[in-house]
């Protein structure tokens, strides 16, 4: 048996069947393309696989050195990686700027980093591995662009027949002269592998004089400049200062770019995947470093407390409340999993879970509350009381007490609401309640929400917030 053939029997004890079948299909029969960057979630919907199990079949198959995953820094606005890294200690929390777009963002890990997979040369050796080999229009294709943008092959006859008016390959210490006939249009000349760019806006009268014009390459980002030039024709002069190829492209930013770039499909977040148990459960050494802070604009906490559970101790003992807490705590947790979350910590009796949306934490909440009344009816007593809370809003992803955890008044927030509960009811914040989503699921189960005003401990202005009786 082969190394890759034993690692998929081992992935098999952890993965679910269909998912492993297709990832082996995949590598045996896909295109080096396909490998390369592989976007979960259109492989999910390509294969018609719960999106769940493959993204844990994709994280126990890189544990195993099937894949290798990556962190990508993209761009929002063309959709271009502009940092990719191995691992998730990586990542800066400082601004990254898009030659293409001539903008700087934040890399908040909501929209704006991907994770994606692509399969270890030790599997199968792909042409992507070798990316300053591949073709300019693949090269392209498979590393300045994300897994994010559908690039078809009708999208790479778009590039090359309708945006583009000169391509070439540039190696380290050439220069190049182009011959180019300017239109009366903005043009971008473009160069991915150092990612800088210049801008031409063409106007005024048509010339039919030669203009000149100079650009030298180099690892340096050189901050993108704009030129006015006139229709007509061009002699520009390109050199090549770096140590690698370059991959200069002169294009029209009209509108078959635009929809070229609008061509988007869901990817796989850094926040998602933060915020998934098999990833916090596999991947723990992959945390934040200790200074490392990077920012997410909208996450949805949920906290838990176990009431009276001190008297539950006293009233039952030691041996017989233990056994409830830990069979409380088994069915928050797997609840938790099952509607895409990921605990984040267990404090004493309490829990403190993340999701990406804020209708799955309620679905938690009240499966949670089901579950406790279930518990409590099986027992003949009413003594297990799990007070929730529930709030979303931006914070901190940061490393804390060795683990992956998050900071900020959002989180502070959660915990004070849950702090509201007195018996089985839960309670939501503003942002919370003006999800659509969690509209519907109200109207769904009939409940009618009680508003009220709350003042919370350390919070300075009285909070409202929302009763589920």
């Known amino acids: 048996m082969s190394d890759t053939q034993a690692h998929f029997a081992v992935l098999r004890q952890t993965t679910d069947p269909a998912v492993v079948d297709a990832m082996q299909q995949l590598i045996t029969d896909g295109h080096d393309r396909e ?28 544990r195993l050195g099937l894949f290798d ?29 898009c030659a293409l777009c001539a903008a700087g963002y934040e890399a908040s890990v909501d929209e704006l980093v991907e994770v994606a997979f692509t399969v270890s040369p030790r599997v199968r050796h792909i042409a992507a591995h070798e990316p300053n080999t591949l073709p300019i229009w693949e090269y392209f294709r498979q590393i300045f662009w994300s897994s994010g943008i559908e690039f078809d092959e009708s999208s790479v006859s778009t590039l090359i027949n309708e945006v ?32 800088s760019a210049h801008f031409f806006a063409v106007e005024g009268e048509p010339t039919t004089e030669r203009q000149q014009f100079s650009i030298a390459f180099n690892k340096s980002h050189a901050p993108t400049g704009t030129s006015t030039m006139r229709p007509g024709p061009l002699r520009l002069s390109l050199e090549n200062h770096a140590d690698v190829r370059v991959l200069p492209s002169v294009w029209i930013a009209g509108d078959p770019l ?29 945390n934040l470093t200790v200074d490392q802070r990077l920012k997410i604009t909208a996450l949805t906490f949920l906290f838990t407390d176990l009431k009276g559970s001190t ?30 979350g990921a605990v984040v910590k267990t404090i004493g009796d309490a829990v403190m879970a993340t999701f990406i949306r804020p209708e799955h934490a309620l679905s938690a909440g009240l499966r949670m509350r089901a579950a406790m009344k279930k518990l409590n009816t099986e027992r003949g007593k009413e003594d297990l009381i799990v007070k929730i809370g ?9 490393t804390l007490n060795e683990r992956q955890d998050y900071f900020g008044q959002t989180v502070n927030i959660a915990a004070r609401v849950q702090s509201l509960s007195t018996s089985q009811e839960i309670h939501l914040t503003q942002p919370v309640m ?11 189960e009939a409940i009618k929400p009680i508003q009220k005003e709350a003042a919370l401990r350390g919070i300075a202005d009285k909070l409202v917030v929302y009763e589920i009786p």
């Open 35 to 62: 490998l390369n960057r592989i976007n979960v979630l259109d492989f999910s919907n390509r294969t018609g696989l719960d999106q769940e199990k493959v993204i844990s079949g994709f994280l126990h198959a890189s």
């Open 164 to 195: 583009t008016l000169e391509g070439l390959e540039l190696p380290p210490g050439e220069k190049a002269i182009l011959s180019l006939n300017l239109p009366n249009q903005f043009v971008i000349v473009f160069e991915p592998v150092t990612h």
């Open 258 to 286: 635009h929809k070229l770039l609008g061509k988007r499909k869901p990817i796989l977040t850094a926040k998602r995947m933060l915020s998934n148990q098999t990833f916090r459960d596999v991947f723990k050494a992959d």
């Open 434 to 444: 003006e999800s659509a989503e969690v509209a519907g699921i109200l109207d769904r």
């Open 311 to 340: 008297a539950l101790y006293e009233r039952v003992g030691d041996l017989a409340a233990f056994d409830l807490v830990r069979a409380h705590f088994h069915a928050l947790l797997e609840i938790i999993a099952s509607e895409h």
């Open 69 to 97: 995953m990556s962190w990508n820094v993209l761009c929002p606005g063309c959709g271009g990686v502009l940092d990719a890294h191995s691992t998730l200690k990586s990542l800066r929390h400082d601004d990254y700027n």
């Open 390 to 398: 529930i709030h979303e809003g931006p914070c901190l992803a940061v």
